[in-house]
């Protein structure tokens, strides 16, 4: 339906497009009741249409029954109160037309569907608005109907056919800003707000874009100016703060983004999205209480996200609360049945609780329904090892790699248990590929190290072991395994290397920091509307 509308809507406004570009070459108008309905009901920020209705005054006086109609497409009290404020211009009489009336009635009802999230029911209020000869208005509230349901680029080109057919119209250049940075063109879309800024040089949500914009060109401190103009211009702006929270973890600064975050439900405390976001930094900052109480809060207000759920029970099995983190699992896994991932977190919590049966079965589950996935043949084999089964051990971690020859998780299960089947000459060169693929893993140095000094290779060992204890220094186990002349030296300043201890996202992601862990959080952007941008976990 709404696909249709659009085709139909972009050959109406070709059709009327000779007449409507040469209004808009004059001077911009006084605003009609129509285009001020499709405002509203195109969802344009009320700061900006306010700054419309000021600085172009009124072609109408608004009567009771028009305000009725503002207020469902969702005007708020800034928008009435302006209205009998600004001037309104003698224009030659109009009678009212049985399609004029009709198409306020359509432009009303279809910005109350968007906003309540009813698109079939807005798609279908604007196609009866088109057959009331309302092309140009009925095209800025299409081109938000699309936006909201992430048509990025059907979207873009209802508004660039109407900004082709009037430049004039407004707010098209700011919601073609955004468009742009969804559809990753940045230079178009930095051009975009510089007309848009041109026209209102107070436009909050233009400089929001720009902050969107430059952070997308890895622009932090450009894009963080750009935040704080909309925050200054619209100090109860919810979005930007959310948004700028994103920014400042992108730049490491975790603090700051807690803080932004916090500033974000102090304004709407029902956002689950903040919630959970704020959830995931706590979570990558090792405040495991704070996440689990910003997950638990996100839950109550959207128990039906998957991703809050799975966040949640990985909080808690790393929290130790793996009884807790099952039930999560268990309820997960009924809203998601055929989900590998659910099935998968699920062995890792059973795992935690010691119901290694359980937890076979959920692995097994999970390499049936995704059989390109080495994980679950990875956390089989950790099964199996802990249990001392290595032939099936190794089996598993064989596996793995023939999906992913590259898994150093996969590489470092099969020497350590190479190691403990005191096959030396089998473990070096598996913990050595692990070592290389995850030079930031400190156990792994520790197991190579291990397998050094059985094999009698001596001087290598050493080697390892102070690689190890460079990366975690609080490892007294490994400074036991150092020979005695040599422990005094290991305990004082480690030579630098060029070795960056620091896994990087994708590493973290799939490391073998504890298995309990299960399947730590990293970070990616996923935005939804009518957020800008969103932090959300990505589980390997």
Not at 15 to 21: E, R, T, Y
Not at 48 to 75: C, K, M, W
Not at 237 to 249: I, Q
Not at 327 to 345: G, K, Y
Request: a negative charge; hydrophobic letters at 35%; glycine letters at 6%.
């Amino acid at each position: 339906m709404t696909f249709s509308i659009w085709r139909h809507l972009v050959i109406l406004l070709a059709l009327c497009g000779c007449v409507a570009l040469a209004d808009a070459q004059e001077k911009s108008k006084p605003l009609t009741n129509s285009e001020l309905l499709a405002l509203v009901a195109g969802n344009a920020l009320s700061e900006n249409i306010v700054h419309e209705v000021q600085s172009r005054g009124l072609a109408f006086r608004p009567t009771d029954g028009y305000r009725s109609q503002l207020t469902d497409a969702g005007a708020d009290a800034r928008i009435l109160a302006v209205l009998g404020k600004t001037t309104i211009f003698n224009q030659p009489a109009a009678a009212e037309t049985k399609e004029s009336s009709e198409l306020l009635q359509h432009l009303s009802a279809a910005g109350k569907f968007v906003r309540n999230k009813q698109y079939q029911e807005a798609a279908q209020e604007l196609d009866r608005a088109l057959q009331s000869s309302g092309g140009l208005e009925t095209g800025f509230v299409m081109g938000e109907l699309l936006r909201q349901q992430e048509q990025w680029q059907q979207s873009a080109a209802v508004y660039q056919e109407l900004l082709q057919r009037n430049p004039d119209f407004p707010e098209v250049h700011t919601k073609l800003s955004y468009l742009m940075y969804r559809l990753g063109e940045s230079e178009e879309g930095l051009r975009e707000t510089k007309a848009a800024l041109a026209r209102t040089p107070d436009n909050p949500e233009v400089h929001k874009n720009a902050g969107l914009l430059l952070q997308g060109m890895r622009k932090f401190d450009a894009g963080a100016d750009e935040f704080k103009e909309a925050l200054r211009l619209k100090p109860d702006y919810e979005p930007v703060r959310y948004d700028l929270g994103l920014l400042l973890h992108n730049k490491g600064d975790l603090d700051g983004s807690i803080a932004e975050y916090k500033k974000a439900i102090t304004l709407d405390p029902g956002d689950w999205e903040v919630h959970y976001n704020l959830g995931n930094t706590y979570y990558e900052k090792g405040d495991l209480a704070s996440a689990i109480r910003e997950f638990r809060e996100a839950k109550r207000l959207n128990p039906k996200d998957i991703a809050v759920r799975q966040n949640l029970g990985s909080a808690l099995v790393r929290s130790n609360f793996s009884a807790q983190a099952v039930i999560e699992f268990r309820e997960l896994e009924a809203m998601a049945p055929d989900s590998a991932i659910c099935h998968l977190c699920l062995g890792g919590a059973l795992y935690g609780t010691s119901d290694f049966k359980g937890a076979e079965k959920e692995y097994g589950i999970a390499a049936q329904l995704d059989p390109s996935d080495p994980q679950p043949h990875i956390r089989l084999g950790n099964l199996h090892e802990f249990q001392k089964n290595y032939p099936a051990a190794l089996q598993e971690y064989s596996r793995a790699l023939q999906l992913d020859e590259n898994s150093a998780e996969a590489h470092r299960g099969a020497g350590k248990v190479l190691l403990a089947k005191k096959d030396f000459a089998g473990a070096v060169p598996e913990l050595k590929q692990a070592a290389e693929l995850h030079p930031g893993d400190a156990s792994t140095h520790d197991l190579y190290a291990q397998a050094l000094q059985a094999s009698g290779n001596r001087d290598a060992a050493i080697g390892e072991f102070r690689q190890s204890l460079s990366l975690d220094s609080k490892q007294p186990e490994v400074r036991l395994r150092l020979p005695p002349r040599l422990k005094r030296r290991a305990t004082g300043p480690v030579r630098s290397t060029s070795i960056d201890a620091r896994p990087s996202p994708a590493q973290r992601s799939r490391s073998e920091t504890a298995y309990f862990e299960s399947f730590p959080p990293t970070l990616r952007f996923n935005i939804s509307l009518p957020k800008s941008a969103l932090i959300s976990i990505s589980h390997p």
